[in-house]
């Protein structure tokens, strides 16, 4: 299982990475490997400005839906148009071609909140 260091991690299965004052999202290799075959990636919050914890979009697999969860208060600046057509990317590069949004956070706290990886394996593990 990959669980790469240089990311932050959230208790519900979604890894960021900091960029300044931008957050790419995704979820993790465990989290897609817990929902099987991904078949659909719905954010609907594209230039919304959301709280922490707050539904951003929803991932659709064969058995299952899930929320999807901001990990850090503020503005949705981009989507990852390719998951429209390849949601799949999920599965084969969670980490890479599979994120799914970029945040302009507003918050810089709520960065200490998230979970290190060794906090992420404690988690699910590994």
């Known amino acids: 299982m990959n669980v790469p260091s240089n990311l ?5 299965h979604e890894w960021i990475s900091i960029d ?9 290799d465990f989290a897609q490997g817990e929902l099987g ?16 914890d707050e539904v ?6 064969v058995k299952t839906v899930s929320d999807l969860f901001l990990p850090l208060t503020g503005e949705i ?10 949601p799949e990317k999920v599965n084969s590069d969670p980490y890479g071609e599979g994120w799914m949004i ?9 960065v200490d909140q998230l979970l290190d990886v060794e906090a992420y394996k ?3 593990g590994a």
């Open 102 to 110: 970029k945040i302009k956070f507003s918050n810089p706290e709520e």
């Open 37 to 52: 075959d991904i078949v659909y990636v719905e954010v609907e919050t594209l230039d919304e400005t959301l709280d922490v």
């Open 20 to 28: 300044g004052d931008i957050a790419t999202v995704g979820i993790t």
């Open 56 to 61: 951003f979009g929803t991932v659709e697999a």
């Open 122 to 124: 404690t988690i699910i």
């Open 77 to 86: 600046v981009e989507f990852n148009d390719s998951l429209e057509s390849e």
């Open 8 to 12: 932050k991690y959230t208790k519900d």
